[in-house]
């Protein structure tokens, strides 16, 4: 800014002359008709009625011009900043209302499009199986009693009575887990079966125990049409003072009627299991012939191969071994247990075929059965 000066001459002034505040209005309004955008416009705003604009500039001028001078050219620079913010104010609002128009068109949202092409998932029928056959037992009194898939290889073998020189033990079975210290004899397995969670709740708890354990298990198989590495198991424990095997019988065969239907019958066929003393396969009649296409060759039977007979998992009662392994006195108390995997109950409850679609993943297998919750 430049100092008062009483024999200052406005028009001498060469910011202040009135061609030049002119000047500078008109390439304010010009710049602000070319801006074609809100951006644009931002820029000539900035460069047209900024603070280093050049009429903002003049401005400052008048101030040090003497006083009788000040009030025209007050006048002429604030008559041109008016017309300058009006022009920018009306081409404010006339690109706004371009670019409202604008979305309006681009971003349009047709109500009339199908919605639902994105398919909704289902819920893995092993999933809802499990819980149907989980609900079975809850009904009874059951809780459901879960535990760790890497599993020390004490709760998965010693404690069942599973010696060490035991074949399932071996490598080609049992998937042993190296620990961090990278030892060669590792202690931890992925859990071959559900009976782990039997020790496990034993320690836990006081006898009467009643509980279900539905869970994952690993064994060192192929994946192809009737094997799989990872199955699920649903084990089933009771313990408490005076159960036998009439126990056992009676409440498999109320799970068979329930998730089979009424009238169903079982089956025990002696086994061996090292954790169970006796031990036994348990079958149920087969719920498609109910038994009649055994031994009739005129009804042949699909689901049970004609067998009339369905195999359906291990049981017996919990060797007295186990019991006292797991801290229980076998002289006051006894147990049983059983033992089943569902991939196979529900290949023959749905006709499915092939593993691998259990454990593939693919929507187009779950989807069928549905969105049970
Ligand atoms: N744990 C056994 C298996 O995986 C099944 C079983 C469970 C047998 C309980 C008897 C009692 O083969």
């Given at each position: 800014m430049s100092a008062p000066n009483k024999s200052y001459d406005p028009v001498e002034v060469e910011a202040l002359k009135p061609e030049e505040i002119e000047r500078m209005r008109d390439e304010a309004l010009a710049a602000f008709a070319a801006a074609g955008s809100l951006e644009a416009l931002h820029e000539a705003k900035v460069a047209h009625t900024g603070p280093t604009s050049p009429l903002a500039l003049a401005n400052r001028e008048i101030g040090a011009l003497p006083p009788q001078a000040k009030a025209e050219a007050g006048k002429r620079v604030g008559m041109a900043r008016g017309a300058v913010n009006k022009a920018l104010a009306a081409r404010q609002a006339e690109l706004e209302a371009e670019r409202d128009a604008r979305v309006l068109v681009e971003e349009a949202v047709d109500v009339t499009l199908p919605h639902d092409r994105i398919p909704s998932g289902a819920r893995h029928p092993i999933t809802t199986l499990s819980e149907r056959i989980e609900d079975v037992f809850v009904a009874m009194g059951y809780e459901v009693a879960e535990g760790p898939e890497v599993e020390a290889e004490w709760f998965n073998f010693d404690a069942l009575n599973i010696a060490k020189d035991h074949p399932a033990r071996a490598m080609q079975d049992t998937l042993f887990v190296q620990g961090p210290d990278k030892k060669a004899e590792s202690e931890v397995v992925l859990r071959t079966h559900t009976s782990p969670v039997q020790v496990r709740t034993m320690l836990d708890r006081e006898p009467p125990i009643y509980v279900i354990c539905p869970g994952r298990v690993y064994r060192m198989d192929e994946l192809d049409a009737t094997h799989t590495p990872v199955f699920t198991q649903v084990e089933l424990?009771?313990?408490?003072?005076?159960?036998?095997?009439?126990?056992?019988?009676?409440?498999?065969?109320?799970?068979?009627?329930?998730?089979?239907?009424?009238?169903?019958?079982?089956?025990?066929?002696?086994?061996?299991?090292?954790?169970?003393?006796?031990?036994a396969e348990l079958d149920m009649q087969c719920y498609v012939c109910r038994g009649a296409s055994a031994g009739d060759p005129e009804r042949p039977c699909r689901t049970?191969?004609?067998?009339?007979?369905?195999?359906?998992?291990?049981?017996?009662?919990?060797?007295?071994?186990?019991?006292?392994?797991?801290?229980?006195?076998p002289e006051k108390y006894s147990g049983f247990a059983f033992g089943f995997g569902i991939e196979r109950l529900l290949m023959f409850r749905h006709n499915v075929e092939d593993m691998r679609d259990m454990v593939e993943g693919d929507v187009r297998f779950t989807r069928p059965f549905g969105m049970e919750i």
């Open positions: 424990l009771a313990v408490d003072e005076g159960l036998t095997m009439a126990d056992l019988k009676g409440t498999i065969e109320h799970m068979v009627r329930a998730l089979f239907g009424e009238g169903l019958t079982t089956r025990l066929r002696p086994n061996y299991f090292p954790f169970t003393e006796p031990s049970c191969s004609s067998e009339g007979w369905i195999e359906l998992g291990g049981c017996g009662m919990v060797n007295p071994r186990v019991l006292t392994a797991a801290g229980i006195d």
